[in-house]
């Protein structure tokens, strides 16, 4: 079918038979041992021009389709109309290839309770309760992520869709269910399988096109997890991102395949998955004490639009310049607990936009007052 459909798109173009003595400079570009028969087509005059030795090209669609971009193009000197023809032939492969009846799309189904972090919650986590605290407990490797978001004027986090790029890998989170602190979500790996659900979500995304030149970078920060495997099956992290924010997350995963799952069977799973999650955390209070968390994108966003506005504030002059100072000091202070300096700067901070406003206040009575 796919091979088929390979022929149609390329039938307007061809005027070339490509026979099988592939060109070194493409072999090494795709990975391929040179001399090795593929899969034999016609193929248009403009592309012969890859080869500088000789007139004919060995091509292999799973390899070429998949891994040749733009930029290899560019390197390759292909016209800009056999470019464009080349990403929509990608873009057909792919379609040809997930909508094939044989071929059913696993999916992982990931529901998610999140939890407040403690110093004393944190600290009974990494010593299993002093030995004595969970059934079965193992400690996970330590890892550093680097998140970047994207999306296209909010269209597809209002669907509940959230595309990123975590350490140059694309990946998508579906939201199935649920809120922003217990959900369910649906977890897609891999530049195809992510390109395939925002041609789902967007209706006017260009064929053939990159991601990121359909969507927009929109958030962009890095996560040190702590991660345990408590009990067997449920999987705990701490989360610490690079602007100064804590949550921690109790996940449960199952593996699905998409195309045999009803939807009343998957509503059914996702609620006593979530049923588990809860009867876990509320065994162990001590680990997951009882709190409204906020978590990571939406702290992020927060603290976006909270530092845009108090640096309104200080455009407009109704903040006293020299609080300018304690509002530098304080975004350049990554975790502020309460007890901190910043943190006592950052609630006068607060005060003081609050009272300027409606009091005329002198930046010493100002003082006083929030000193009572």
Same mark, same amino acid.
């Given at each position: ?243 100064? +924010?804590?949550?921690?997350?109790? @996940? #449960?995963?199952?593996?699905? !395949?998409?195309?045999? %799952?009803?939807?009343?069977?998957? *509503? ?43 640096? +309104?504030?200080?455009?407009?002059? @109704? #903040?006293?310049?020299?609080? !300018?100072?304690?509002? %530098?000091?304080?975004?350049?202070? *990554? ?38």
């Amino acid at each position: 079918m796919a091979y088929s459909l390979f022929m149609g798109v390329l039938g307007p173009y061809s005027n070339y038979r490509g026979t099988l003595a592939p060109s070194v400079g493409v072999t090494k570009l795709l990975g391929q041992k040179p001399g090795i028969p593929q899969l034999p087509f016609r193929f248009p005059t403009h592309f012969a021009r890859w080869s500088v030795r000789t007139p004919t090209i060995n091509l292999t669609p799973s390899s070429l389709l998949h891994q040749l971009n733009r930029q290899n193009l560019r390197m390759l000197n292909v016209s800009t109309g056999g470019r464009h023809a080349f990403h929509r032939i990608s873009y057909y492969f792919r379609k040809a290839a997930s909508t094939h009846p044989d071929r059913l799309q696993a999916r992982q189904l990931e529901v998610e309770r999140k939890f407040i972090v403690t110093p004393a919650a944190n600290s009974y986590l990494r010593s299993n309760g002093g030995g004595s605290g969970f059934n079965k407990y193992e400690s996970l490797r330590r890892q550093t992520t680097n998140d970047i978001y994207y999306d296209r004027d909010g269209l597809l986090f209002s669907k509940g869709v959230y595309v990123r790029r975590r350490n140059g890998h694309w990946e998508a989170k579906i939201r199935t269910g649920g809120d922003f602190i217990n959900s369910a979500f649906a977890e897609i790996d891999g530049n195809n399988a992510v390109r395939e659900i925002i041609d789902q979500n967007l209706s006017n995304s260009a064929d053939g096109a990159d991601i990121e030149e359909i969507l927009k970078p929109c958030a962009e920060f890095a996560t040190d997890r702590e991660s345990w495997m408590i009990d067997g099956k449920f999987k705990v992290d701490v989360d610490k991102t690079d602007f100064g +924010h804590i949550v921690g997350e109790v @996940e #449960l995963t199952r593996t699905l !395949e998409y195309a045999n %799952e009803e939807e009343e069977k998957l *509503r059914e799973l996702k609620e006593k998955m979530d049923q588990e999650i809860k009867v876990f955390m509320q065994s162990y209070p001590q680990a997951f004490p009882v709190g409204r968390p906020v978590g990571k994108l939406s702290a992020y966003f927060h603290r976006l639009d909270h530092r845009m506005r108090l640096r +309104h504030f200080l455009q407009m002059g @109704e #903040l006293y310049s020299g609080t !300018e100072f304690i509002l %530098e000091y304080y975004w350049s202070c *990554r975790i502020p607990p309460e007890d901190s300096l910043s943190y006592l700067m950052h609630r006068l901070l607060i005060r003081f936009s609050r009272f300027t406003t409606t009091n005329s206040l002198s930046p010493f009575q100002f003082l006083c007052f929030a000193s009572t």
